[in-house]
């Protein structure tokens, strides 16, 4: 049921069946912010504030999010580049949270990163040979054959040539250069690689090289990544698994294929909706498309209960006062959500929407919100026991189709509520008056106008 | 006949020195660097309209000349030091203009008027030291003889207009207090101030997460519809251009290799690249497939340019076509379709039976 990637070899095993490799728990890492001449810490970045995952053996887990939620920080936090403020990691059962660095390093062998900036990476000063071959030095270690024919051999596993050896960086392009760092990253044979933005600065056809590559890698080496990255496209082209991150916690983890049919929770369903499809025929079907409000709110005060609640059009009292748990809805699927989407509401008793909420529905079309309310039910009815099935059915699909408390009727570019109080401007675009009494469907269609020019 | 003329610029008419119908017309673009390494020529003969109330979207690899083109129809390489070192050529018209020819005075009443840029980078567009108000009024005042006050009140609108909350706070703030979005958004609402004929967007949303580039997007739409500008959107993005482009120009190696509308591009690409660039790039609303299919090598240095197709030595079809014409003769672009245009030596047959049964099915 739950799909692996790769249709040969490890489908026998089913990812959920696999060894755990990595396990996090309650991972935080908080960045202290000082102030004065005393430096008396006046507040926190909360980069990455209580996370929990687990990444087994030959999987491979995307991390996605927007810019800042704190995705490159969990990175450089598991891999041990930076000290956690709280929680535990463990690596083959290990507890690696709190070792020094002498304890860590044989560890270093086993868990590499590759980095984002294929130019800020390599010492420019290097050649590649001495790039590829520190990790060599760094460990004391003497492959087979001498270090020299090792780095040939690693150059070429990712598509350089063995005579690049005495090159320096600036003599290649981003696309080899980040074959060059992963090269680095493979010289000690890995257990786990954590990959951050590994092909964000490489054009399209650069990147699908270097995903090629990593994939080719993954087979022959058996190797297991983290691979984070913000483009939600290359993310489910290599995930098997795949983390949403907003403000410093994960909202959904979930294998790909649900995750991207069948998400659960609205911000996950937001940024999938935003990606551009490229199909110029779906451009009909914009209309699915949910805008999300303003910008992320800042890490240093996160907002209280479910930090997404000042952009969620599903917010209600609950969301603004308690913070939902990452809890497994189903089978290999978490979300933190109280009024998740494509499952049974999780706080039904709560159905009075926030304001910001009743703006934030204004940017949702009614197809969106409706299809929401319509899955919901079905799964809630699903839920509930066969022998009710049918009286659950219409007790429950009554309960969630009335749940947005206002309804949202579409008027042209500013779709609109009934509630005249929450029209406070959300996007400052023209909009009808605010006394304009009932929102018509359709403004009648200028005919006058359109014949005259 | 009409339709053809309307799009065939490339192909000589209606004849150069005369003014074009289309809103903009460039015709046989020519942009070089001398640089200490031999002349760089960034752009090579490129030509394209657009008219008012279209989108054109420029796609292609970095370093393929997108940004060149776009400073060129602003003309900015001619200003300060850079502007004694650009070689330029050929004929760039706006609304019955010819600029490439033009007193630079001239071009700088222009812009910021008829024509106002939006750039990736927002930052580098904004003076750190002044507020975003004063930079909006400034640039208003540049072209409307108004007080202050006025051009203060009309700052406050746009700002409003672009979705920045609070404008009337907001326009007293310095650009780093802004988030990457909301900088985005205060740069399209100096470009739009003066209510431009022509607005350029070079990867205007490249910066931005997708959430925000979905509000970009769309903004940029609305406006366009409202105010009936012509767009040029330089981009690197396919989803992007599928979301927002009439006509697309797929440029490699300084030189557009495809252009045609959006729906030929997308469903009846003729050129190799094009497929290349379609081949490339995971979906996320089609199956994942086993593999994506990279375009191998690396892009063309434009000091030493691949000699016949520029896209040869990375071409997988470059055999096909007879003898060696593919690395001695350049292609011209040629119309494959109304108003669908490819620079390629295949034979149509090959062309459609390469896309039909080789690429399509695997996209
Ligand atoms: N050393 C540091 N000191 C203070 N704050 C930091 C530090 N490193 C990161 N942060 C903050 O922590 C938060 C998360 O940063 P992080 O780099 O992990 O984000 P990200 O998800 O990787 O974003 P992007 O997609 O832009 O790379 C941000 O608000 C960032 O400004
Ligand atoms: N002022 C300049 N001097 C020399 N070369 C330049 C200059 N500006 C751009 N180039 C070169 O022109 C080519 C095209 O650049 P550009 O248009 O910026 O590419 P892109 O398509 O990524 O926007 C690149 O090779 C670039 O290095
Ligand atoms: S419904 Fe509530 S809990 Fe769920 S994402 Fe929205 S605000 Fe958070
Ligand atoms: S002209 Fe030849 S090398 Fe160029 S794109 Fe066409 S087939 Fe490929
Ligand atoms: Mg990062
Ligand atoms: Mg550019």
Redesign the interface.
Known sequence: MSETKKTDADVSTAPDEREVLLKVEGLQKHFPIRKGVLQRQVGAVKAVDGIDFEVRKGETLGVVGESGCGKSTMGRVITRLQEPTGGSIHFEGQDITRLKPAGMRPLRRDIQMIFQDPYGSLNPRHTIGGIVSAPFRLQGVEPEGGVKKEVQRLLELVGLSPEHYNRYPHEFSGGQRQRIGIARALALKPKLVVADEPVSALDVSIQAQVVNLMDDLQDELGLTYVIIAHDLSVVRHVSDRIAVMYLGKIVELADRTSLYEAPMHPYTKALMSAVPVPDPKRRGAKSERILLRGDVPSPISPPSGCRFHTRCWKATEVCKTTEPQLIELRPGQRVACHHPENFADQAPQDTVLLSVAKEAASLVADEVLAESAETSAAVAAEVASPETAGVADTEVSEEVSEKPEVKITKTGPGAKTEDQSTHSGARGTARPTPTDPQPTDEPEAPSQESTDS | MTELSKTGAALGEPAPGNAPDAFLAVRDLKVHFPTDDGLVKSVDGLSFEVEKGKTLCIVG??GSGKSVTSLAIMGLHRLGARGKNVQMSGEIWLGGKELVSADPDEVRRLRGREMAMIFQDPLSAMHPYYTIGNQIVEAYRVHHDVNKKTARKRAIEM???????E?DKRVDGYPHEF????RQRAMIAMALVNNPELLIADEPTTAL???????I??LIR?LQK?FGSAVVLIT????????I?DDVLVMYGGRCVERGS??DV??RPQHPYTW??????????RE?S???????G??PSLINVPSGCAFHPRCPYADIPKGDVTRTVRPELQQVGGGHFSACHLSPEDRTRIWTEEIAPKL
């Open positions: 690899e970095s700002l409003d207009r672009v979705g920045i909350p404008p988030s990457g979005g909301m997460d997708v959430t925000v580039q979905a509000q997007l769309d609305d409202e690197h993005d396919l989803g992007v251009v599928a979301e482009a959006v729906d997308f469903e290349g660039l379609l081949g490339s790039m995971p979906r996320i609303d994942t086993e593999r994506l299919i990279p375009v191998k690396q892009p």
